[in-house]
């Protein structure tokens, strides 16, 4: 079962650098979300995506931008990073862009760590 | 504005006892309701949604309205539900479709 992939695995970036963030979704689910998750937090909602369309966006600044390809792949892109954005970076694909009846799938994240 | 609360980070349990997780919403309309849990050394994966109405590994939720509530509860504990768990809901319509998720809470349960 070739679930939500995500690269890379890990990162460690220096404050002030910027990080592009990959995901690949299960094969047929066009809606793509990202989610942050600092220590001890619960996932904290970024963007969604669907049908390479801005559905939803989170509470971030503008540093945080993101995109979804033809083939619904998508990128999570940080600029200007800061020692905050130190966190587990989680992709969820879907087959359509409703959370409540087309539930999310997760990958294992990217953890990206600033210093 | 969209909360859910988990009031419990940690919470240990004897094998066979019950179990309950505890989850309070906040939400100005009709939400959503689910419930996500990650085992050890495993990605984040829904475990059930209050729609389907179902029983998914002994575990049952009901939502309350009046309390704004979605505890979760299983009648005899099992050492294998030793995760993480997580409640969340989403909204509806455009733009609305977000998960929020609470804090959550780590189960143990003690063999």
């Known amino acids: 079962d070739a679930g939500v992939t995500q690269s890379p695995t890990h990162l460690i970036k220096t404050r002030g650098q910027h990080v592009t963030l990959r995901c690949s979704p299960i094969?047929?689910?066009?809606?793509v979300s990202w989610y942050q998750q600092v220590l001890g937090q619960g996932p904290q909602f970024i963007f969604q995506y669907y049908e390479k369309e801005e559905r939803g966006r989170g509470n971030f600044p503008d540093r945080f931008s993101a995109r979804q390809f033809p083939n619904y792949s998508s990128e999570l892109n940080v600029n200007a990073l800061l020692l905050g954005d130190s966190a587990l970076y989680l992709c969820?694909?879907?087959?359509?862009?409703?959370?409540?009846?087309?539930?999310?799938?997760f990958g294992n994240g990217t953890r990206l760590t600033v210093t | 504005a969209q909360r859910v609360t988990q009031p419990e980070k940690l919470l240990s349990v004897f094998k066979g006892a019950p179990v309950e997780l505890k989850c309070n919403y906040s939400y100005s309309g009709s939400p959503e309701l689910f419930w996500y849990v990650q085992y050890s050394r495993q990605r984040l994966q829904l475990l059930l949604r209050h729609i389907s109405r179902e029983s998914i590994k002994g575990f049952t939720a009901d939502l309350n309205k009046g309390e704004t509530s979605f505890h979760l509860k299983k009648p005899f504990a099992q050492e294998e539900d030793s995760a993480m768990y997580y409640c969340a809901l989403s909204g509806h319509g455009f733009g609305n479709e977000k998960l929020t998720f609470g804090t959550g809470t780590r189960l143990t349960i003690i063999p």
């Open positions: 094969s047929g689910h066009k809606s």
């Open positions: 969820a694909s879907s087959p359509q862009g409703t959370s409540y009846n087309s539930p999310l799938h």
